[in-house]
T-cell receptor, first 115, second 114 residues
């Protein structure tokens, strides 16, 4: 069984600064995807970024980038130039390709961006 | 394209009743997954349907069931409701084609059991 651990229940950052959210996972699978989702107070889950395990290059999406360390089973999210609209709960999620359609989520990190 | 839609958005039921939640995926998406979100247990996978077949199932009792129709719309049913079933139920759809495995979520159905 896969497990996903987010060790930071809450984090805060000043507007325009950079923040990194941590995520580790445990799996015996070799083919998998990792995702970061954002859930603002509206509760709408929004895909932030994805990473294929077979790709060594770290994924980036505008101000969002990941640091994927496959051997260490670590998948952190860096948010640059933080904006007030980034305030949300962030979830790290894992999907093993034999079980596509099933996401395993971490417990989430509440990020607050202060003006 | 329209996003994932879920109906109803809010629901209040009494213990022992049953409930049916509906999910319409993004056009062209054939995979639909369901999740339960509670403050205590977080986000937990219920089941996933693809082309009207249940392919994966989470660790939930048999009171939780689902189905998918030929147009990819999906429903989930909870029978004999318990207080602990109060939760936000999220539906997500995915293309599952090529390398497109990411899931797109609906706004959720907030179920309250009294």
């Amino acid at each position: 069984a896969q497990t996903v651990t987010q060790s930071q229940p809450e984090m805060s950052v000043q507007e325009a600064e950079t923040v990194t959210l941590s995520c580790t996972y445990d799996t015996s699978e070799n083919n998998y995807y990792l995702f970061w989702y954002k859930q603002p107070p509206s509760r709408q889950m929004i895909l932030v970024i994805r990473q294929e395990a077979y790709k060594q290059q770290n994924a980036t999406e505008n101000r969002f980038s990941v640091n994927f360390q496959k051997a260490a089973k670590s998948f952190s999210l860096k948010i640059s130039d933080s904006q007030l609209g980034d305030t949300a709960m962030y979830f790290c999620a894992f999907m093993a390709l034999p079980s596509y359609g099933k996401l395993t989520f971490g417990q989430g990190t509440i990020l607050t961006v202060h003006p | 394209k329209a996003g994932v839609t879920q109906t109803p958005r809010y629901l209040i039921k009494t213990r022992g009743q049953q409930v049916t939640l509906s999910c319409s995926p993004i056009s062209g998406h054939r995979s639909v997954s369901w999740y339960q979100q509670t403050p205590g247990q977080g986000l937990q996978f219920l089941f996933e349907y693809f082309s009207e077949t249940q392919r994966n199932k989470g660790n939930f009792p048999g009171r939780f069931s689902g189905r998918q129709f030929s147009n990819s719309r999906s429903e989930m049913n909870v029978s004999t409701l318990e207080l602990g079933d109060s939760a936000l139920y999220l539906c997500a759809s995915s293309l599952i084609q090529g390398a497109a495995y990411e899931q797109y979520f609906g706004p959720g159905t907030r179920l309250t059991v009294t």
